[in-house]
């Protein structure tokens, strides 16, 4: 009898996992007939990106500053007391549809007489690193106008100071920096930066 209700229990545990799977079966398939696929297909078109510096979209290129001297002002073609002139750098975004920010940095300089100066927007700047804290800006991604012409004018007035002992101590300087500089030098790094989107 033992035996026997032994069975009868195994056999009823087992119908009752029976229903139970079937039942979570059953749950399961009911289940997923609430779910539908759809499937879709995504794109992104990718902002141009174009920054060129006076046409070029890689090297600036090399340049003197005779070459970009007021012929009258030059001493047998080189620069010297008395000379001036300027040169234009083109920052042209005008083919990239994002914001662009833009810095002209110096490196490399070499042998620059000390009473050479630039000028930038009608104010006298004494140093490069100067020059580079105003040569700096943003053209916005929707900028009616995305060139911006950086004109930078120098000079090496012939007499330099405010009363006779200064002019005289700068005619000295310029002689001896005149019998010692043989060329002045420096390069020009211009970085074309995508502003955030705003």
């Keep these: ?8 229990k195994k056999a009823m545990s087992m119908v009752g996992l029976i229903i139970l799977i079937l039942m979570s079966f059953i749950a399961i398939n ?3 007939k609430y779910i539908s ?3 879709g297909h995504t794109k992104g078109s990718v902002a141009k990106w174009k920054f060129r510096v006076n046409g070029a ?9 005779s070459q970009t001297a007021s012929p009258e002002t030059l ?7 008395g000379t001036s002139g300027g040169f234009d750098i083109i920052i042209d975004a005008s083919e990239s549809e994002t914001g662009v920010g833009y810095k002209v940095e110096f490196d490399n300089e070499a042998s620059k007489p000390t009473n050479l100066k630039f000028m930038y927007n ?11 804290n105003v040569l700096k800006g943003e053209i916005a991604a929707n900028d009616p106008e995305k060139i911006k012409v950086l004109t930078i004018g120098w000079v090496w007035d012939f007499e330099t100071g405010s009363n006779q002992s200064q002019i005289n101590s700068s005619d000295m300087t310029d002689t ?3 019998e010692l500089i043989q060329n002045y030098t420096f390069d020009i790094v211009i970085s074309g930066t995508q502003l955030m989107p705003v």
């Design 176 to 178: 001896s920096e005149g």
């Design 122 to 132: 009608g104010v006298m700047i004494e140093t490069l690193e100067g020059l580079e």
């Design 30 to 32: 009911t289940f997923s």
């Design 1 to 8: 009898m033992k035996l026997r209700n032994k069975k009868i």
């Design 37 to 39: 696929e759809v499937d």
């Design 75 to 81: 001493v047998d073609e080189k620069i010297a007391p």
């Design 57 to 65: 979209e890689d090297c600036l290129g090399t340049f003197t500053l």
